[in-house]
C-alpha cells in the first residue's frame, strides 16, 4: 500500500490493518480474519470454532434440495456454523430444522447466523458418541458431514486449516474412520420414518465403505455420488 494512502488513515484504522495483514500473513483463513462466508447465497459468520464451510458442502445441499422431496423434519449432525441446516431451511421454509452438534462454540456461531439470516432452525448440544444420544423420532431427513479425516492425515492438510480450524470437526482415530458414520446410521434407522432419507459427505476413500456398511445395516437405495472433482463424496440411502 503507497505512503499516501496510508496517511490517510487514522491511527486506530492503521493499527486495524496491520493486526488484519499479521493474522494473514500467520496463515488464518481468509473467512476468519473478515469473520464471514458464503454459503448457498448465505453470509454467514464464521471463527475459530467451525469449519468454513467448503463448495463440496454445498454440493451435498444441492443434491438433498433437487431430489424431489420435501421433508417435513430435518436433523443435521454436527452443524458447526450451522450452513447445512440453515441452507436446508432457506430451501424448505416449512420444515422443522434442527442442529446438533458438541461443541458449545460452534452452537453460538451457528445461533449468530440463524439470527442474522432470521432464519428458524433449533440448534442443541448433542454428542453423537455419548450413550445418551439419540436423534428425534419421526425425522423425514438426516445429514450430516462428520469428521472423517485420519490423524495420520494431518500434515497432509494445508498449514491453514491445519493450524486454525478445529480438529474436532475434522478428525477421527485411525483405527475406526467410519466411526462417527456408523453411529449416526445405528441412530437414525430408529429416528427415521419409513422412506425416510439419510445423507452424508464423506472421505473419498471411505465413501464405499460408507455405502456398504449402510447396505448391510438394512438401508435400502444406498447411493453414492461423485463431487465436482470426481471424487466419491455424497452417499445416501432411504430407511
Excluded at 450452513?83 to 458449545?104: E, H, R, Y
Aim: charged share 20%; glycine share 8%; hydrophobic share 45%.
Amino acid at each position: 500500500m503507497e505512503q499516501h494512502s496510508l496517511d490517510l488513515l487514522t491511527d486506530d484504522q492503521k493499527n486495524d490493518l496491520e493486526a488484519t495483514l499479521g493474522r494473514l500473513v500467520r496463515g488464518e483463513p481468509l473467512q476468519y480474519v473478515l469473520g464471514n462466508a458464503l454459503f448457498m447465497g448465505l453470509e454467514l459468520f464464521v471463527g475459530p470454532g467451525v469449519l468454513i464451510p467448503r463448495p463440496e458442502t454445498e454440493e451435498l445441499v444441492e443434491r438433498i434440495v433437487s431430489n424431489g422431496s420435501v421433508p417435513k423434519r430435518i436433523v443435521d449432525i454436527g452443524t458447526g456454523s450451522g450452513c447445512i441446516a440453515l441452507a436446508l431451511k432457506q430451501a424448505f421454509p416449512d420444515s422443522s430444522v434442527i442442529g446438533l452438534d458438541v461443541s458449545i462454540q460452534a452452537l453460538a456461531i451457528a445461533e449468530r447466523n440463524a439470527i442474522s439470516t432470521k432464519l428458524d432452525v433449533q440448534f442443541v448440544n448433542a454428542d453423537v458418541l455419548a450413550d445418551s444420544f439419540a436423534i428425534p423420532h419421526g425425522t423425514d431427513l438426516i445429514v450430516s458431514n462428520p469428521p472423517y479425516i485420519r490423524r495420520t492425515e494431518e500434515l497432509s492438510l494445508a498449514t491453514h486449516v491445519r493450524e486454525h480450524e478445529p480438529g474436532l470437526a475434522l478428525f477421527v482415530e485411525d483405527g475406526d474412520p467410519l466411526l462417527f458414520y456408523r453411529r449416526i446410521a445405528e441412530q437414525a434407522k430408529v429416528a427415521l420414518i419409513p422412506g425416510g432419507a439419510i445423507w452424508f459427505e464423506g472421505h473419498q476413500i471411505f465413501a464405499t465403505d460408507v455405502g456398504v456398511m449402510l447396505g448391510d445395516m438394512g438401508y435400502r437405495s444406498v447411493n453414492i455420488a461423485q463431487d465436482l472433482s470426481g471424487n466419491p463424496r455424497f452417499i445416501s440411502a432411504i430407511r
